[in-house]
């Protein structure tokens, strides 16, 4: 009796307390790269307050709302860009943990006979910072990098930078103005441009959980197994996964390539109809999946950036002006549950969201909008701070001597919204 008395005292309670804080309270994060800079720096350990845009309610989707953010704010929010469970099915999987640094743990309710049970979802669904630079019923426009909110140009808040000299014809660079959708609009989806409609489609993904969002891609002069023989996109960064497969699947070696420089090949219209259809592509192959920690299988994705479908209608466009005899016309839906639909009433509150190091951030300029949902917490204090190239490893004690010299001193216990 004594020891279990001890054993409660000592360690389950603390765990049970330390478990409804982070459930409830702060977030620990840890900024992961350059994209808040000078504000934020890689190497960042922060805390997050969650209760302050509200307070999760136990098993289910809703919050108690407190407050909501702010254009300004510096918040932690969960990545759009991929799915919140496995494989998009949040009926077949169940959320079991959260690990921390480990990622998320899973319990396939269909798992194939002979298959683990538990799903090890190591990397996500990925928390990402960035600050809210727009709410719903501004107006937000970019042009040669900087931003303007309702036709006026903001500064940069914090201590952002700007780091290029020469502008492209990118997102980073030039965005066109556009309305943050309010609660309660009805957007119909024949009134909406590519780029529009695959941001809305971001945003039914977000604020639907329960329903299955495709974004399906038709060519009335073929079926799914139609090739363009010619194909060719810009190098940028934002399309480094459609430029990897022209690579991969042509045998071209990339030599001497610069950003700017066209590339072309061979690639199948279904690259586009499969990493569009969700959003996102499996990283390992479900027939053969690869172990993790406990004997669970392992689940990563890659998010399909929708700017690349522009790159599709351009290179159909070139096609019918080379080619008169083909008249190809691409036609985009949305489904819902296998379903078409025509329009969205928007539910909640939407969010822009940029980093402070304006060009070198993938931010709401390449993936679109951010639900109310997605938020998590609002970044609050730099509790440590490790220098990026840095010799110290958790599990090599010995690399422990580096510590005092690498740990950035000035940056402890930095209120983050007065940096």
Known sequence: MNFLKAFMREFAIPVAVALVVIAFAIQAFKIPSGSMEDTLFEGDFLLGLKFVYGIPIPFSNSKIPISEPDVGEVVIFRYPGEPEYPDYDRK???????????????????????????????????????????????????????????????????????????????????????????????????????????????????????????????????????????????????????????????????????????????????????????????????NNPQKSLFGSRLVAYDAFNGSQLEDLENNVALQNSQLSTLNSQLKYEILVNGNPVSEYTVKDMVYFMMGDNRDNSLDSRYWGFVSARNIKAKAFIVYYSLDKKSKVELLKPWTWIFLPTDIRWSRIARVIHLI
């Open 92 to 286: 077949r999987y169940t959320h079991i943990a959260n690990a921390l640094m480990f990622g998320n743990f899973f319990w396939d309710n269909q798992a194939p006979s002979g298959s683990s049970k538990l799903v090890h979802y190591a990397e996500g669904p990925k928390d990402y910072i960035k600050r809210c630079v727009a709410k719903s019923g501004q107006k937000i426009a970019v042009k040669d990098g900087k931003l303007f909110l309702n036709g006026v140009e903001e500064p940069l808040k914090g201590r952002g930078k700007y780091t290029e000299r020469h502008r492209r014809n990118t997102p980073r660079d030039y965005l066109k103005e556009i309305k943050v959708p309010e609660p309660g609009e009805t957007i119909r989806f024949d009134t909406l441009s590519t780029h529009d409609l695959w941001w809305i489609r971001s945003l039914m993904v977000q604020e639907m959980p329960d329903s299955l969002v495709e974004f399906r891609i038709s060519l009335n002069q073929s079926d799914s197994d139609y090739t363009f023989e010619d194909f060719r996109v810009p190098i940028e960064d934002h399309k480094l996964l459609l430029i990897n497969t022209i690579f991969s699947k042509n045998g071209i070696v990339p030599q001497g390539l610069s950003y700017g420089d066209t590339i072309s090949g061979k690639i199948n219209l279904n690259f586009f109809r499969k990493s569009a259809r969700t959003g996102f592509l499996p990283l390992h192959n479900p």
